[in-house]
Structure formats: structure tokens, C-alpha cells
């Protein structure tokens, strides 16, 4: 298994989704950030857990809302406080649709006006529908200003079919959540339905059973990325059978995705089954493997021949945090309340900031804020713990103008002051559906999703089918 972490491109870097792209090695970027010591907030007037859930919503909000590019109002693919312009332009395909998600999050706690909202999603399906596509699937980035394919590296220039059904995972929730309201929501539920029911799921098997993660109309078919699991793209094959117009067969799922059963394993960590092989790893992978796929599809109560997929994700979850308690390499702070290891900004060893995708059998003494807080579904105790060390203990430190500051480490006593969309993009959605459910409820009453999982052999005992 091969590693996208960042690469450098004219003067910019550039950030990824997956951890499980091809590679680079590791970035050298900026000088590392000092932190100034600072009192931390209050702790004899604690927040309560309401206050604190509220308060980290609606900062990871902020990100889609008032840092989004301009011009196309969907999701940078970063945004630095400490260089506001950095690549301004850059759209990242899937961090929009977790945007999309999040917005719709935010027009139900009331942190945005619902007409308003109606207006800015309107705009930014407006420039989907007339930005680059290939074959249906949109590029992994997209220039905000012109709707054109920014190269995610050199044969990476087409359609990125993984992004797009992270897209397509917030289209689909928008629709539904849109459907029966005014004249103008339903012809925002029907830009939604219509861009979704685009892509061509069946060109990304290269007529094979599986599905592959690219193709460019330059470079064909070169870089030759098959999705097999376990990684984040459960939902890309899940997607690709629930479509109405270019499906996928179930034998593309269980020979491609799945290995012919090969995806299923007997091992465990810290004494929990992991139950899947986790691409790369004898151990578990970086969090977000629990959370992308997962937004808007409902792990609970749903199985199918390989897995029961709360407690697939539960697991993962909490291996990970048996992980950071357990401390093994004796990082400062690393606990029950100061946990979380996933792809995100990170320290390189000689104190300038690089990426990585933190995981047990990589960890580097460095905290993501988004491993814990979008676990919250599956480990509401001690996401809560570390969300109160944020926001009671350490608000001033780690938190800033959009959220959690994307990475941090006390032992090393530094932060990188910058967000990525594909990290705050999963916080907002991921505590809902533990609040409320509403993105999984969105997501899982759509009937073609309904249908496809079961044409896959899902159940689903929350959904009752």
C-alpha cells in the first residue's frame, strides 16, 4: 500500500485525502510555529457537554461557510491563518461535499438562515454542474474561478471517482433534505439529484470486477488505482451499485472490494477484532477510514457477509484510543482525553510541518483533532473528554478562527495554526448523526441507496430492511 502525503507544485503544497494513493516522501514545508504559553480558559466555570458540542459545530462551520472560496462558495482545500491567501482558489472535490453536509447541519441548529443557505448551495451546484468532468466523475481539485481541472499531480488530471462519491455522499443528502420544500429547495434537490445521477460509475471498472480510483483523458487508464478494501472507499462502491443511470454489478463489491472474502481477518488489537485488513497495516489505519465513508452511511445495524459495521467502526475507533492510553512510545499527554491519530498536517522530525497519515503503526506525537471529535458516534465518552481539553483546558492554544487548529503536539509544545476541508468537513456531520442522526437518516432514506445495498447483500435492523 502506497501513501499520498503532499506534494509540491509550482510554489504551493499540496494536501491529500487518502492515505492511500501513491507517494512522496515526506515534506519539508514551513518553519515550525512556536507557542507562546497561555492560560487556559476558565476551568472553575466549566462549559457542559451541550455548550461544547454547539460550540465545535458551529466553529467547523466556519470553514464552509466563511472561508469557502468565493467565487464557487464550495470548499478550499485549506485555509492557513497564517497565510489567509494560500492556494484561495483550490476546490477540493470531496472536502465539498463533507461542506455540503456540514451546511445542512448548520441550517438545523440554526447556526445559518435556511434561505440563505438555499442561495449559497444553489450557486455552488450551479458551478458543479458546469465545471470539468470525466466520464461524470469530477477532478480531485478544481480552480474555484474557472470550473477547470487543477492537476492533482501529473497523470492525476481527470476524473477522481473516490472524491466524486464523497461528493455525491453530500448531493444526496441535500436532495433529501430539500425534496419537499419551497420552489427554490426543490430545484436545489433537483441540481443535486441530477449531478449525482451523472456519473459513470460503470467506465471506472475498465469493464473488470472493480472499481479504479482514476482516469484522465491524457493518461487513460495509467495510474491503474483498483479500490480494494479495507480503506475509506466503502462508500464509493456502495454509491456506484445505488446508481440509477451507470451501476455497477455486486460482483465488482465482492471480487474487487472485498478480495473474494480476503478483506476479512481473525486478528484484533488491544483485544478488540479488528474483523477487516486494514490496507498497509498488521494494525488498524488512520481514523478518517471510520468516519468518510461514514457520514452519511449508517454503520449502525448494518451488516452484510463480511462485517457488522458499527462494530467494524467502533472498533477502529477505540483501538485507537487503547492506542494513545496505552502510550507506547511515552508522547506528553497522550491519554483518554488527549487521543486521536489520522491523516492530517503534521511535525516533521526536524520541526517543520509536512503531512502524515498518523495511525498506531505511525505515529509521530501528533494529536488531529478530527480522529476524535468524528468519533464521537462510537466513542461518545472519551470523544467528549477530548473535546472539553480542547475547548476548557486549551481553547486559546488549539483553537482558532474555524475550529480546532488541524494538528498540534504537546510534546514537541507545537501547533500548526491551519485547517484542511477533508479534516473539519467530517466533525460537524459525524457529532450530528451522535446527537441526532440526521445526516445518516438523510443519506439512508434515499431509495436508491436502499436498493443498492441490498443488490450488495446489506441489512440494515436502524433502517429496517
Not at 449508517?298 to 496505552?326: E, M, W
Not at 480542547?390 to 478562527?401: F, K, N, P, S
Request: aromatic letters at 14%; charged letters at 15%; one cysteine or more.
Amino acid at each position: 500500500m502506497k501513501y499520498y502525503f503532499l506534494f509540491i507544485i509550482l510554489p504551493f503544497v499540496v494536501s491529500c485525502t487518502s492515505c492511500s494513493k501513491p507517494s512522496t516522501t515526506d515534506i519539508v514545508e514551513t518553519p515550525i510555529i512556536p507557542i507562546v504559553p497561555v492560560v487556559p480558559i476558565d476551568p472553575i466555570t466549566p462549559i457542559s457537554d451541550i455548550e461544547a458540542l454547539d460550540l465545535v459545530q458551529k466553529d467547523a462551520l466556519k470553514y464552509f461557510w466563511e472561508y469557502a472560496e468565493t467565487n464557487s462558495k464550495l470548499a478550499r482545500e485549506r485555509y492557513h491563518a497564517d497565510d489567509p491567501g494560500n492556494d484561495a482558489n483550490i476546490v477540493t472535490t470531496g472536502g465539498s461535499g463533507f461542506g455540503l453536509m456540514t451546511i445542512v447541519v448548520g441550517i438545523e441548529r440554526g447556526f445559518v438562515p435556511r434561505t440563505e443557505a438555499v442561495t449559497r448551495l444553489t450557486t455552488a451546484l450551479t458551478f458543479l454542474e458546469n465545471a470539468d468532468r470525466f466520464h461524470g466523475a469530477w477532478p480531485h481539485w478544481i480552480n474555484g474561478t474557472t470550473g477547470h481541472v487543477i492537476p492533482f499531480g501529473t497523470k492525476d488530471n481527470g476524473g477522481d471517482l473516490v472524491e466524486t462519491s464523497f461528493l455525491c455522499q453530500g448531493l444526496l443528502t441535500v436532495r433529501e433534505y430539500f425534496k419537499n420544500g419551497n420552489a427554490s429547495e426543490q430545484a436545489l434537490a433537483t441540481k443535486a439529484d441530477n449531478l449525482w445521477k451523472g456519473v459513470e460509475w460503470d467506465w471506472y471498472t475498465k469493464g473488470e470486477n472493480a472499481l479504479y480510483w482514476h482516469w484522465s483523458p491524457n493518461y487513460g487508464w495509467e495510474m491503474n488505482f483498483k479500490l480494494e478494501g479495507y480503506n475509506e472507499c466503502l462508500i464509493t462502491y456502495v454509491l456506484g451499485k445505488a446508481s440509477p443511470t451507470h451501476p455497477i454489478s455486486a460482483a465488482c463489491y465482492n471480487q474487487g472490494w472485498a478480495r473474494n472474502g480476503a478483506i476479512v481477518t481473525s486478528g484484533t488489537s488491544y483485544n478488540l477484532p479488528k474483523i477487516f485488513n486494514y490496507n498497509g497495516t498488521s494494525s488498524v489505519g488512520p481514523l478518517f477510514w471510520a468516519h468518510y465513508s461514514y457520514l452519511g452511511l449508517d454503520p449502525r445495524g448494518l451488516s452484510d457477509q463480511y462485517a457488522n459495521y458499527f462494530t467494524l467502526t467502533q472498533n477502529h475507533a477505540k483501538i485507537c484510543l487503547n492506542y494513545c492510553v496505552a502510550n507506547p512510545i511515552g508522547w506528553t499527554d497522550y491519554s483518554d482525553k488527549c487521543w486521536g491519530l489520522t491523516a492530517s498536517y503534521t511535525r516533521n522530525s526536524n520541526g517543520t510541518t509536512g503531512y502524515s497519515a498518523h495511525q498506531p503503526n505511525n505515529d509521530r506525537g501528533v494529536i488531529s483533532p478530527t480522529a476524535a471529535l468524528s468519533s464521537f458516534p462510537y466513542t461518545p465518552v472519551e470523544s467528549m473528554k477530548f473535546l472539553k481539553y480542547l475547548y476548557q483546558e486549551h481553547r486559546a492554544r488549539y483553537v482558532g478562527i474555524a475550529g480546532p487548529y488541524d494538528a498540534f503536539s504537546p510534546h514537541y509544545n507545537w501547533k500548526t495554526p491551519r485547517y484542511l476541508a477533508i479534516d473539519q468537513g467530517t466533525i460537524a456531520p459525524m457529532i450530528e448523526n451522535y446527537r441526532t442522526g440526521l445526516c445518516w437518516n438523510l443519506f439512508m432514506q434515499a431509495p436508491e441507496v436502499v436498493t443498492g445495498l441490498q443488490a450488495l447483500g446489506f441489512s440494515s435492523t436502524q433502517h429496517g430492511f
